[in-house]
């Protein structure tokens, strides 16, 4: 039989004990709590910046007035044999995130932008629909804008992205510059670019 001191002992042991458990479950409470919504936080405050390159093989235009602080525009004509411009695109994040097109003439290329190499952001055929980028990382985004048509005109002034970071999906339509100014006809043709910039950019 136990003694009266044994009793009490034991039954101030299982308090602590219990006392101890409630402390650890209200300690872990506090650190999910505190990790969900860090989590949120970082999440839903990530954002995308237009990156160091672009790059588009034909004429480019000083000063184009279809956006309201006039940027340059890259004119891409019908009759190019390449009607393909790429931006990069970076990751100012502490966290990756993943890039998808939120446009149809929108791809990704593979490999990312490596600023210790020789490569600049030419076109590619080795494109992807979506890409994993890095903290601090630039991917590239290839504008491939449909020149089927009987008629082309019209003009690209930001990509339509969307972007998965911790497993909350976000969207951004990041403005570019240059723009794209597209003309029915080829862009080595200089009255036809002189005209389609007139048009086109109001300059």
Known sequence: MLSMDEVVERAARTRRRRRAAVWIAAVLAVLVLLGVVVWQVVART?????????????????????????PAANVVGSQDPEARVVYS????????????AGDDVLRFQRELFDPTGDFQGAPSEDLVDSVVVPPGEEAFVQLEPDMSGSWISGSYVSLSLGFDVLGIERSESLAIDPVVLLVNGSSADATLV??????????
């Open 194 to 203: 002189a005209e389609a910039t007139l048009e086109g950019c109001g300059t």
């Open 46 to 70: 990530a954002r995308l910046e237009p990156g160091s390159l672009s790059w588009w093989d034909g004429p480019t235009v000083a000063s184009c007035a279809i956006r309201d602080d006039e």
């Open 89 to 100: 695109v970076r990751n100012p994040n502490r966290v990756a995130v993943r890039l998808t």
